[in-house]
Structure formats: structure tokens, C-alpha cells
């Protein structure tokens, strides 16, 4: 069971560069996320997907562009890179963002912004 | 809002030692609350969770219960394994139907000693 998998795994940009992330899950959940994760910050959510078709932002989601591509796959667009977006970025998927269900994240992706 | 806050860290322990990680978080609605653990190099992953008031989560030898009263969810184990070491995550939700979106604390650096 592959679960949710994200690339790259690392990445570094200069300033003002763009790249994608990319995530997708094989377990047939409705709902996805991104977050990122900073020291002494926890989790953040940047924003989310409750149902295929749908996005909303989080908590954080200035600089940040995101597309449901279709049921397993949601991508995190950065447009214009910032040395504020160096952070390690996790996806996660849920079976329904309204059902009590548990969270499964992918293993990260970390981005530094020169 | 919604918070969340952990003590600080990190928390060194020897092997066999009793744990206790404090967590407590905003009255606000009625939040279902979480442990996530991320081992090294790894995406997060539920550890044990709580849906009402006096809940007790348990998973793999830990424990926590849901205290309206203090807005509290402290994380304890009896007796702590090397295996054990690994960033530790309380969490909420927003309550009501917004289950899948999660507000972390900062996170607990466990290292277990033999």
C-alpha cells in the first residue's frame, strides 16, 4: 500500500522561481490537504480539498495556488518563490474532511528558497 | 480561535522512565483531539484520538483523556522504549463538520535513552 505520496522529496529554488508540488493517494479518500510545517510552529494548513472539484484556503494559504487535479491527485503551486516558503511540506488525504476519520500524510517534501 | 499548546521540549528520557506530555487547547466549539507521532524522516501518523469530553484514547501503551474541565489532553506512558523517540503532535479540529481540519500544537521532541 503505497498511501499518500508526494514528490520531491527536496527541492531547492532560488528566489522567484515557481514548482509544483505534487501528491497523490491510492486509498480512494474525498478529502486532501497541504500543510507545512516549520520549527517551534507545528502544522499549518496552506489549504484544502473537502471533495474532488473543490478547494478552500487554510490557515495560510498567501503565495500558494492549488489544483485538484482529479479524486487522487492535489498539487501545491508556488508561483513565485520566497525564502518565507523554505519549510518542509506535507500532504494528507482523509476519507471525508465531515466524518471523523484520521488524517494519513505522505513522508514530506522539503523546500529551501535561496 | 483555535489553539493548541504543548509543552515545551525536548524531553530526554531512559528507557523505562514514565512520560507525560501536556497539551491543552481553546474552548471553543466542541474539537475532537489527536496524537500524532512523526518518526524520523517520515510523514505524521494518528497515534490515538478522542471524540468527547472523559474519551480516553489509548494506542500501543499510551493514553489520553479528553478533560473539558481543564481543556486538557496530556499524552502519558508508563514506560517509555527506545523505539519510542519521535516528534510528538497534539492536535483539534474545528468540531462540527469540519472534521479534517486540523490546528497542531508545536510539537515534543521525545529521545529515549537505553
Known amino acids: 500500500n503505497a498511501g499518500v505520496t508526494q514528490t520531491p522529496k527536496f527541492q531547492v529554488l532560488k528566489t522567484g522561481q515557481s514548482m509544483t508540488l505534487q501528491c497523490a493517494q491510492d486509498?480512494?479518500?474525498?478529502?486532501m490537504y497541504w500543510y507545512r510545517q516549520d520549527p517551534g510552529m507545528g502544522l499549518r494548513l496552506i489549504y484544502y480539498s473537502a471533495s474532488e472539484g473543490t478547494t478552500d484556503k487554510g490557515e495560510v494559504p498567501n503565495g500558494y495556488n492549488v489544483s485538484r487535479l482529479n479524486k487522487r491527485e492535489f498539487s501545491l503551486r508556488l508561483e513565485s518563490a520566497a525564502p518565507s516558503q523554505t519549510s518542509v511540506y506535507f500532504c494528507?488525504?482523509?476519507?471525508?474532511?465531515?466524518?471523523?476519520?484520521?488524517?494519513?500524510f505522505g513522508n514530506g517534501t522539503r523546500l529551501t528558497v535561496t | 480561535g483555535n489553539s493548541v499548546t504543548q509543552m515545551e521540549g525536548p524531553v530526554t528520557l531512559s528507557e523505562e522512565a514514565f512520560l507525560t506530555i501536556n497539551c491543552t487547547y481553546t474552548?471553543?466549539?466542541?474539537?475532537?483531539l489527536f496524537w500524532y507521532v512523526q518518526y524520523p524522516g517520515e510523514g505524521l501518523q494518528l497515534l490515538l484520538k478522542?471524540?468527547?469530553?472523559?474519551d480516553k484514547g489509548s494506542n500501543k501503551g499510551f493514553e489520553a483523556t479528553y478533560r473539558k474541565e481543564t481543556t486538557s489532553f496530556h499524552l502519558e506512558k508508563g514506560s517509555v522504549q527506545v523505539s519510542d523517540s519521535a516528534v510528538y503532535f497534539c492536535a483539534r479540529n474545528a468540531g462540527g463538520t469540519s472534521y479534517g481540519k486540523l490546528t497542531f500544537g508545536q510539537g515534543t521532541i521525545l529521545t529515549v535513552h537505553p
Open positions: 474552548a471553543t466549539g466542541y474539537p475532537s
Open positions: 494528507a488525504s482523509s476519507e471525508r474532511s465531515t466524518s471523523n476519520s484520521p488524517l494519513h
Open positions: 478522542a471524540t468527547k469530553a472523559d
Open positions: 486509498m480512494n479518500h474525498n478529502s
